[in-house]
């Protein structure tokens, strides 16, 4: 009684690791991805609608914006609102001009981006996106931006931590 008492305690704990070890890899954090702007199109200007193009991709922290284009014929600068209606570089935020721009997003909010060649920006390379927090419970909430480069890699060592431990605590009770 008292060895099948303990063989279906052994047994529910093993139930439970496994329950606990499975939401906690469903709660991992997604990859960051590296969202190209403009898709296919990428950064320049032909007619090609940023803020259209803006409403169908989602923005989090912890993805990176990616710009590729002719640096020699365009540039990437990140303004405030304001400066963003009128078109206006003068005050950048941040400038870029590689032709090939990795911008990583680390804070909720709303970002500017615009080019300032020419009438570039009022011609239609301007957009605004708006960051939302990482989809994940390990995220904290708010923008802490200096740790959330960190957060994928310790919460995959956390999660195979989890999984050798149920692995081994399998061995012994099953
Ligand atoms: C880049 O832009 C410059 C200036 O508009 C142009 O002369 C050149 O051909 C472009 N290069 C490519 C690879 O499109
Ligand atoms: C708008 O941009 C123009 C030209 O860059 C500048 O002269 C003007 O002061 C700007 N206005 C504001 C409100 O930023
Ligand atoms: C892009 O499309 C939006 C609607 O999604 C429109 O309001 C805007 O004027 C367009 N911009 C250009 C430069 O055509
Ligand atoms: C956040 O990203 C901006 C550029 O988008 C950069 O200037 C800033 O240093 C970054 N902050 C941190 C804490 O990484």
Same mark, same amino acid.
């Given at each position: 009684?008292?060895?099948?008492?303990?063989?279906?305690?052994?047994?529910?704990?093993?139930?439970?690791?496994?329950?606990?070890?499975?939401?906690?890899?469903?709660? /991992?954090?997604?990859?960051?991805?590296?969202?190209?702007?403009?898709?296919? =199109? #990428? &950064?320049? @200007?032909?007619? *090609?609608?940023?803020?259209?193009?803006?409403?169908?991709?989602?923005?989090?922290?912890?993805?990176?914006?990616?710009?590729?284009?002719?640096?020699?014929?365009?540039?990437?600068?990140?303004?405030?609102?304001?400066?963003?209606?009128?078109?206006?570089?003068?005050?950048?935020?941040?400038?870029? /001009?590689?032709?090939?721009?990795?911008?990583?997003?680390?804070?909720?909010? =709303? #970002? &500017?981006? @615009?080019?300032? *060649?020419?009438?570039?920006?009022?011609?239609?390379?301007?957009?605004?996106?708006?960051?939302?927090?990482?989809?994940?419970?390990?995220?904290?909430?708010?923008?802490?931006?200096?740790?959330?480069?960190?957060?994928?890699?310790?919460?995959?060592?956390?999660?195979?931590?989890?999984?050798?431990?149920?692995?081994?605590?399998?061995?012994?009770?099953?």
């Amino acid at each position: 009684m008292a060895i099948n008492g303990i063989s279906i305690e052994a047994k529910s704990l093993t139930l439970m690791l496994a329950l606990v070890t499975f939401m906690y890899l469903l709660s /991992s954090p997604v990859e960051a991805r590296d969202i190209i702007v403009g898709g296919d =199109n #990428m &950064w320049t @200007l032909n007619g *090609f609608n940023y803020t259209t193009w803006v409403k169908g991709e989602k923005f989090a922290v912890g993805d990176n914006l990616v710009f590729k284009y002719n640096r020699t014929a365009h540039d990437v600068n990140m303004v405030s609102g304001i400066a963003f209606k009128n078109c206006s570089a003068e005050n950048s935020l941040a400038s870029f /001009s590689t032709g090939n721009d990795i911008v990583p997003l680390n804070m909720t909010g =709303n #970002m &500017w981006f @615009l080019c300032s *060649f020419g009438q570039h920006c009022s011609k239609g390379m301007k957009f605004k996106i708006t960051v939302l927090a990482a989809e994940t419970p390990i995220e904290p909430p708010t923008a802490t931006a200096p740790t959330t480069g960190d957060a994928p890699s310790i919460a995959s060592a956390a999660s195979t931590f989890m999984v050798v431990i149920f692995a081994v605590l399998g061995i012994f009770l099953l």
